[in-house]
Structures are given as C-alpha cells and as structure tokens.
T-cell receptor, first 116, second 112 residues
Framework: DTEVTQTPKHLVMGMTNKKSLKCEQH?????MYWYKQKAKKPPELMFVYSYEKLSINESVPSRFSPECPNSSLLNLHLHALQPEDSALYLC???????????????FGPGTRLLVL | GENVEQHPSTLSVQEGDSAVIKCTYSDSASNYFPWYKQELGKGPQLIIDIRSNVGEKKDQRIAVTLNKTAKHFSLHITETQPEDSAVYFCAAEHYNTDKLIFGTGTRLQVFP
C-alpha cells in the first residue's frame, strides 16, 4: 500500500480564520513533506520532517505552521492567510533512510485551498 | 541551486504514436531523477525514476534515458493511449538533500 491520505479535499477560509490540513500515511515512512502547487505550476517544497523533526523549512511565512505529532501524521496549521496563498497543498512521504538516499516520494491527492 | 528545464510545455499525439519529453538540469551533483504523472484533481504519481549510475531504464511502455555528461534526461512513452493524457513532471534531487526540484511540466494529450 503506497497511499498517502489528506483531509479535507477542499477548504475555503477567510483571511482571519484558523484552519488545519491533515496528512496521514501507514507505510512506516519516517520522512514527510509539504508542497504548495499553484495552478499550471510544479509543486514547490515548503517543509520536510525527518523522524518527526523539522529538517527543511524553505523560508515559508510564519502564517504556515507545520506539526508532526507522530511518524504517521503531518499537519499544516494555517492562520491569517492571504488570497495569494490559494493553491493545492500536497503532502508526500518517503522511507526516511537518510539525507541523499534517493528515495521515492509518494504524494497524497492534495487539499485545494481557497482564501477569500 | 538546482534548476530543471522541461520541454515541450504541451504535446499532442495520436493514439499509438510515441511521446518524448526532455529535461535538463544544472547541478552536476544531482543524482536522482524521477518522473511524475499528475491527472486532473489528483496528486503526482511516480511513473519511473532513474539514478545516476544507470543510463536507461524501461518499464513496459515507459522508458527514461539519462545523459550525465550533457545533464539531460528524457521520458519516452510508446504506443500512447488516451489514458496517458495528463501533466508530466520531471524532477532532480541533489545527492546530499531530500529536496526534489521539479521541471515546469508537460501537458500531454493523446487523441483517439
């Protein structure tokens, strides 16, 4: 099973709201990722967690706050977002054997976010 | 940092024809090159990957070639079918990071 699940599928929020995106995998992977994908563009890396510790933060604004409560779960907390943050947010996971292990990243279906 | 260029941006073929998508990368220290297929409303799905110690890899109708000297790699799809229609992304990963750098994508349309 190479499934990564994400909830919700769609989310509409106002600029003053607080919401969370959730990602789950049961493949025993120890590395998890958040990507942002704008329409007709490639995915862009936001955060990487390795063994539940944040290992990469691609200079993402603080209104995005990641959390990895355990090795199967990854959350992205959203607060005071801007309309330009509207995008598809993708979660991915890989085995997590170590940096540079050339591991396949398995993507979830994404959460389509609209900020009004 | 790494930069990946991908061509063409759109590709239309007749069912049964072959399709070729090409990517070039800038960082010679990149050593892992996956290809993803993204259908409408879905996340990217890995279709094939190649590592820098290999020049070619094939999986049924799909093949990938890598030229390390020229720093380019290509996806070949033979006997295309309408269900191959999707956006295809190439990517490159530096040997010492977990960061995938994606190409700009190719929208492939296969007409029956």
């Amino acid at each position: 099973d190479t499934e990564v699940t994400q909830t919700p599928k769609h989310l509409v929020m106002g600029m003053t709201n607080k919401k969370s995106l959730k990602c789950e995998q049961h493949m025993g992977h120890r590395a998890m990722y958040w990507y942002k994908q704008k329409a007709k563009k490639p995915p862009e890396l936001m955060f990487v967690y390795s063994y539940e510790k944040l290992s990469i933060n691609e200079s993402v604004p603080s209104r995005f706050s990641p959390e990895c409560p355990n090795s199967s779960l990854l959350n992205l907390h959203l607060h005071a977002l801007q309309p330009e943050d509207s995008a598809l947010y993708l979660c991915a996971s890989s085995q997590g054997e170590g940096t540079g292990a050339q591991e396949t990243q398995y993507f979830g279906p994404g959460t389509r976010l609209l900020v009004l | 940092g790494e930069n990946v260029e991908q061509h063409p941006s759109t590709l239309s073929v007749q069912e049964g024809d072959s399709a070729v998508i090409k990517c070039t990368y800038s960082d010679s220290a990149s050593n892992y090159f996956p290809w993803y297929k993204q259908e409408l409303g879905k996340g990217p799905q890995l279709i094939i990957d190649i590592r820098s110690n290999v020049g070619e890899k094939k999986d049924q109708r799909i093949a990938v070639t890598l030229n390390k000297t020229a720093k380019h790699f290509s996806l070949h799809i033979t006997e295309t079918q309408p269900e191959d229609s999707a956006v295809y992304f190439c990517a490159a990963e530096h040997y010492n990071t977990d960061k995938l750098i994606f190409g700009t994508g190719t929208r492939l349309q296969v007409f029956p």
